[in-house]
């Protein structure tokens, strides 16, 4: 169906919008955490800046790509209607330019500064998210979210591979950790919004399958996630702060899933979903404080 555009002029607002701010925000502190992790001493400045630098920018290209894919559907669903490209305040055109010069930058930044294996692995998580996800998981299947959800789980491999030049163990727990945290983020918004995939044609897993359904799995993997985050204590990648933090952070996500699944009301799916978000931040502040601050029993 074609839309017709109101043509408006574009702000630096607009630009900063398409590069979705907070989720690249909470993307660079999993790298940053990853590079923490990754180092006994002070990460050199280079590669600390260099790393983050590159890694917001491909991020950042990528969600752009996404404001540009998803232009059509956009317009049909009340949570972004309004955005630059769908609004037409950005034709594709402007951002497609962005997209570039965001990736370029970002990857000649990685390969100059960082190194080789940062810098594809970084776009590989933009093919990943921006070709993979968005041009064709999300249109295709329920499973969307989960197989996609890889490229948005790779940023402390990124920062770990950006310190030390080689993939490790310990950062693929910390990807697997946000592997599993993104079911139960996504199907949470989803079930709120459950009516705005449906009329936007997307299959969505609570439009596939129904909300129940998606409810239960939200609880499912709640369960898995919880058990996931033992790993990093359970193979001496981290001491008693993330085991004790980690414990609380998943009860209060547990507490979410149980009250979404059995006892829910109108706003327990947004808050199931907000709770995510703190969640996934404090899970990687409490790794950081127990690297620098180990106790062990
Ligand atoms: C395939 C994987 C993912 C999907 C489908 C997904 C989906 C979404 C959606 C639809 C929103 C709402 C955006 C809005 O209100 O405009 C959102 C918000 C958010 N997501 Fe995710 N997400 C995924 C992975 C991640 C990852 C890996 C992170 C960070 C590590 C993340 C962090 C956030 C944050 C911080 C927000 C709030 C954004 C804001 O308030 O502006 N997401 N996510
Ligand atoms: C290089 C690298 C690590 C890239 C990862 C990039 C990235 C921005 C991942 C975020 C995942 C995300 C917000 C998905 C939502 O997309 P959606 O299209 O389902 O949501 P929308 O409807 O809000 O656009």
Redesign the pocket.
């Known amino acids: 169906m074609n839309t017709t555009k109101i043509i408006q002029k574009a702000s630096w607002r607009d630009y900063y919008e398409m590069t ?1 701010p907070n ?2 925000l909470l ?1 660079l502190l999993t790298a940053l955490v990853g590079m923490c992790l990754a180092s006994e001493t002070w990460i050199d400045a280079q590669v600390l800046l260099a790393g983050l630098f590159g ?1 917001g920018a ?3 290209a ?2 752009v790509v ?2 540009v894919v ?1 232009q059509e559907i ?1 317009t049909k ?1 009340a ?2 209607f309004n955005r630059p490209v769908a609004k037409g305040r950005v034709t594709t055109t402007q951002a497609l330019v962005f997209a570039v010069i965001l990736g370029v930058t970002g990857f000649i930044a990685l390969e100059l500064w960082v190194n080789r294996l940062t810098a594809i692995l ?2 590989a ?2 093919v ?3 070709g993979i ?2 041009m064709f998981l ?1 249109r295709a299947t329920p499973q969307n ?1 989960v197989i ?1 959800g890889l ?2 789980a ?2 402390p491999l ?1 920062g770990w591979t950006a310190v030390t030049g080689e993939i490790h163990a310990f950062p693929l727990l910390l990807v697997l950790i946000v592997f599993t945290w993104t079911p139960p983020h ?1 199907w949470a918004l989803a079930i709120h919004r459950e009516k705005d995939y449906a009329k936007a044609k997307i299959p969505m897993l609570p439009v596939t399958h129904g909300v129940e359904y998606t409810k239960t799995f939200v609880l499912l993997y709640t369960v898995l996630l919880c058990l996931v985050c033992l790993l990093p204590y359970l193979v001496g990648m981290a001491d008693m702060i993330y085991l004790v933090g980690s414990s609380a952070l998943n009860a209060g996500f547990m507490y979410y899933a149980y009250k979404l699944k059995y006892h829910a009301e109108p706003e327990t799916a947004m808050a199931t979903f907000k709770y995510s978000i703190i969640h996934l931040m404090v899970l990687f502040v409490v790794l950081l404080l127990d690297h620098y601050i180990p106790i062990s029993l």
């Open positions: 979705k989720v690249v993307l890694i491909l991020s950042s990528a969600a996404n404001h998803d956009d669903m949570r972004t970084t776009f998580g933009l990943g998210y921006a996800y968005t999300k979210i996609g490229a948005g790779i940023p990124l996504f």
